[in-house]
């Protein structure tokens, strides 16, 4: 019965290689996102989608983007990662209206060698 | 753009003493929402506690109360009988009544004393 799921939870990669993470969240919420929370822990948001349309995009490189097949589900995939892109990222949603809290995935750990 | 400050890197409080970790945010919008959120060593972000702007009292859940400020631009979390299950990193949060986007402070680490 999780919220805001993940996966992986941990994933570990060689600079240059591409690699996806997926977001899935049952809750019946029209809106997802995508943060970054680096070494340092500040957490930044990278996109935002509301029923499988993009709404927020900041300024996050070409080699990020986000896929989102449906309204429960927001993939994040990465070309040609950089060391740079090691942080832990995490996935939320919340109803449109923007009154509500985000409900937060446990977050995907990636390590870039 | 909205700014949030949490000028307090790191707190911290003895077991059942109150501690309040302090936030300022900049906005030109009238219609928003403030939120603290907690995220133990776990790395699992929990909401705390939420206050809408419009609303001029402020907002408790149990030990964790809100000073809210609206002129002033404050908004800070006050938690009561602390306990060593409250150590955690806290994040105030910025929600738009507009555009949804959320904008994080870059986080206050409690440590609780036993």
């Known amino acids: 019965d999780t919220a805001v799921s993940q996966t992986p939870k941990y994933l570990v990669t060689q600079m240059g290689n591409d690699k996806s993470i997926k977001c899935e969240q049952n809750?019946?919420?029209?809106?997802m996102y995508w943060y970054k929370q680096d070494s340092k822990k500040f957490l930044k948001i990278m996109f935002s989608?509301?029923?499988?349309?993009?709404?927020i995009n900041e300024t996050v490189p070409n080699r990020f983007s986000p896929k989102s097949p449906d309204k429960a589900h927001l993939n994040l995939h990465i070309n040609s990662l950089e060391l740079g892109d090691s942080a832990v990222y995490f996935c939320?949603?919340?109803?449109?209206?923007?009154?509500?809290?985000?409900?937060f995935g446990p977050g995907t750990r990636l390590t870039v060698t | 753009a909205q700014t949030v400050t949490q000028s307090q890197p790191e707190m911290s409080v003895q077991e059942a003493e109150t501690v309040t970790l302090s936030c300022t945010y900049d906005?030109?919008?009238?219609?928003?929402?403030l939120f603290w959120y907690k995220q133990p060593p776990s790395r699992q972000m929990i909401l705390v506690i939420r206050?809408?702007?419009?609303?001029?009292q402020n907002a408790t859940e149990n030990r964790f109360s809100v000073n809210f400020q609206k002129a002033a631009k404050s908004f800070s979390l006050k938690i009561s009988d602390s306990q060593l299950g409250d150590a955690a990193m806290y994040f105030c949060a910025y929600r738009s009544g507009n555009a949804g986007k959320s904008t994080f402070g870059d986080g206050t680490t409690l440590t609780v004393k036993p």
């Open positions: 939320a949603s919340s109803p449109r209206d923007s009154l509500y809290e985000q409900y």
């Open positions: 206050q809408e702007a419009y609303k001029q």
């Open positions: 906005t030109s919008e009238s219609d928003y929402y």
């Open positions: 809750l019946g919420h029209d809106t």
């Open positions: 989608y509301n029923n499988k349309e993009l709404i």
